[in-house]
């Protein structure tokens, strides 16, 4: 059944490795309208189509990646796609989100989402063309690293594969798509879990667009204004995602030593400034991107994907290691070895704080690097105590000891960002669905540091409300097959000008500190209290509009990220991760940053009580029936 | 400049450094906008210009939730100019 919306493709695969069964399915519209596509629609089939409790690794486990109606539309930064499971890492719901030709490929072959289930009793591949599917023979594959792999498969068709970390079903192993990563979560130990080794798809299908003019226009615009902004057209071009490094250690926020501490001393050294002076080749950019912040260095006389901020952070900083050259080589192996570059990053600097307090034996010692990289080999293969590290921290705290400085909510390691200095992001990673992940958290850090006009970042006013904001929009942009990079233009290229340490920062800061009380009533708002476009900001309503023929007004969109943020607390709760898992490790909770400064911890005992209530849930942090009603959440769980 | 005032330093990030043609200096000051004053007699327009999207920070605080350009300084601090930054 074809949708009545243009912008999808309509038709959606579902493959089983057990049986070798290829089949379509249907997504109804009233779906897309309420989900609009990506990781809010995948967790609804999720709910859908998954038995409640199942192991994650095991064959009737559900993986899907599926696409936006934004993807592949030629908007900026639509070449997005989307993968979603219960995680192997952390029980909880697993989404992982990449740039790249997959998504748009696996749109022109006819897809929208494709559903993997079952096992293959021996690596395959599966290979999508023009409208069918087939399950190949991977014999030729198996055991060879990601770059090796896409290599030796069809140049001009969409991949996704897993490597070695994949195959040995490290529970933190990532997808790889040309140089891309569907990242966080252990998608790819789910793959290797299904003796899955990749996926590849090549189409010549036309994505169907309503109002073509109509489209045409709203993208010039986009892009304009993406191409003006002081970030997306200037800083991220010019200097990657590193650009934040001084930023953030001088706010005391880049983890250093295990998160210990929120400075590093030689942070300068492997700063975003000293990757484009030392290391830079060129920049790149994902397919319709205008931004073009992935950078380019040399490894081993290779021109490769350099590293991003949080690559960066926890492999330099939180190991106290400022050889930037190391941690080029080490991103470019991890890549490789199909790792996710975070967890990994934590994983080993909890190993040296263990280490170092006698509770493991290993070779890793802060400050010291000759065994860091024989480790990483170490862990994708499941080797000593490599085997150990390929769990992830909370496995290893359960094992080990040292539950309260293992860094990660949920079970999933945490972001290269320490929230004792930014304590809204705590809030944050503190409710993200998916653990200690700075994207689902709802990124506060730009509201409390980055963005022109900053709110207080020690300070708890209005901060429940506007990181539930930030997640929910996040919710709506990622589901739409758009890169998060967009949101930047939430605040607008003219707050540029404000002073942000003058008179009307400050007066607007006051403002924003004491805007909680309506802030909290906003959500009552939606959907049809904001029956409007605000181009210039959320441009994504307008080019869904035009794109689908669907009536996304900004109520709507705003509405649908809330939707997608309780279908995943929803998910949790089926799961059995309820509110006892909304904490923060001991170490940013309950230890301040700077003994002298009782305001640097993250006071998250008075904003969670509120966060629920503003959030519509119980004081279980469960949804009640009357917000679930409201949002239109109805599942035929099983 | 007074020399009787404490000498702080003052360091330069990103796009800004190319602006000002290096790293860091050293000035004495007593306030934060003492040290605005000589920068935009130092560097000009242009570098005046970029100064006024720039957050300020002493040591790790933002002058934003201290005293603004009002914010007194002491011997040995450093005082970070920093433009706009994004990722994530």
Sequence with gaps: MASKYKGYMGNNLKVNLSTGEITEFDITDRDRELYIGGKGLATKMLMDMQKAGIDPLSPEAMLIVNTGPLTGSNAPCTSRFNAAAKSPLTGAIGTANCGGSFGIQLKKCGYDAIVITGKADKPVYIDITDGKAEIKDAAHLWGKDTEETQEAMDAKAGKIVIGPAGENIVKYACVISQERALGRCGMGAIMGSKNLKAVQAKGTMKIPVADAEGLKKAIQYWTKTLKEHPLTGDVLPKYGTANMVNKINISNVFPTRNFKYGHFDKAEDISGERLAEKYLVKNMGCISCPIRCGRVVEVGGKNVKGPEFETVGLFGSNILNNDLGLINKWNRQMDLLGMDTISAGNTIGFAMELTERGLLKSDLKFGQFEAVGKMLDDIAYRRGAGNDLAEGTRAMAQKFGGIEYAIQVKGLEMASYDPRGAVGLGLGYATANRGACHLNAGYMLFMERLAPINMDPYSIGAKPAMTIFQQNIFEAVSSSGNCLFTTYAIMAKPTFKIKPFGILSKIITKVLALSGPVMDQTGKLLPWGMPIHLPLMIPQTLVISKLTGMNMKLGHFLQAGERGFNIERMFNLREGVDAKTDVLPDRLQKECQDPKRPETRVPLEKMLPHYYKVRGWDKAGVPTARKLKKLKIETTSV | ?88
């Design chain 2, 1 to 88: 400049m007074n020399v009787n005032e404490p000498l702080v330093k003052v360091k330069f990030y990103a796009g800004l450094r190319a602006k000002a043609g290096e790293e860091k200096i050293e000035c004495h000051a007593a306030k934060v906008k003492d040290v605005l004053h000589i920068l935009r007699d130092k560097y000009g327009p242009d570098f005046n210009k970029a100064l006024n999207s720039c957050h300020i920070y002493l040591n790790h605080d933002s002058i934003a939730f201290l005293h603004g350009p009002n914010t007194k300084l002491k011997e040995g601090d450093v005082l970070h100019i920093l433009p706009p930054t994004g990722g994530g």
